[in-house]
């Protein structure tokens, strides 16, 4: 399936840690630039430059209210991503259900070996002296 240039804006504004963090953010709710500033921890220069890239790609929203301006999150366009994904996620899902099948034909060893080191005698400790070359070097 073939991207647009539109969902390369998408991908493009995920790409980024810090925008992350803020969409990570929003899921708690609307949150202006100074809340976005003490949740991400990065100068409000920083947060203000990565919401333009997110409202352009849409997926952050904006409201005024008085002086300030409200930001909040707009998942849809994270579908293209789950869509591109998909693909992947089937072919991962089936090789977790290939290892859980091998991993369920294992017998139960971590109790047996346990078992077997609880049964077996001490071995005696030979002393380290006895093992060196004569003159004490190798």
Same mark, same amino acid.
């Given at each position: 399936? =073939?991207?647009?240039?539109?969902?390369? #804006?998408?991908?493009?504004?995920?790409?980024?840690?810090?925008?992350? %963090?803020?969409?990570?953010?929003? #899921?708690?709710?609307? %949150?202006?630039?100074?809340?976005?500033?003490?949740?991400?921890?990065?100068?409000?220069?920083?947060?203000?430059?990565?919401? %333009?890239?997110?409202?352009?790609?849409?997926?952050?929203?904006?409201?005024?209210?008085? $002086?300030?301006?409200?930001?909040?999150? $707009?998942?849809?366009?994270?579908?293209?991503?789950?869509?591109?994904?998909?693909?992947?996620?089937?072919?991962?899902?089936?090789?977790?259900?290939?290892?859980?099948?091998?991993?369920?034909?294992?017998?139960?060893? =971590?109790?047996? !070996?346990?078992?077997?080191? $609880?049964?077996?005698?001490?071995? =005696?400790?030979? =002393?380290? !002296?006895?093992?060196?070359?004569?003159?004490?070097?190798?």
């Amino acid at each position: 399936m =073939p991207r647009t240039a539109s969902d390369d #804006t998408v991908f493009q504004a995920v790409a980024s840690p810090t925008r992350r %963090a803020i969409l990570d953010a929003l #899921t708690r709710g609307e %949150a202006n630039v100074s809340e976005l500033v003490a949740r991400v921890s990065v100068t409000q220069s920083a947060v203000s430059q990565q919401l %333009a890239v997110l409202k352009s790609a849409g997926l952050v929203g904006e409201r005024s209210d008085g $002086r300030f301006r409200y930001y909040s999150l $707009r998942a849809e366009p994270l579908g293209e991503i789950d869509l591109w994904m998909a693909r992947y996620r089937a072919v991962m899902e089936a090789r977790l259900d290939t290892l859980g099948a091998v991993l369920d034909s294992l017998p139960d060893l =971590p109790e047996e !070996a346990a078992d077997r080191r $609880r049964a077996r005698p001490a071995r =005696p400790v030979t =002393p380290r !002296a006895s093992r060196r070359h004569p003159g004490g070097r190798r």
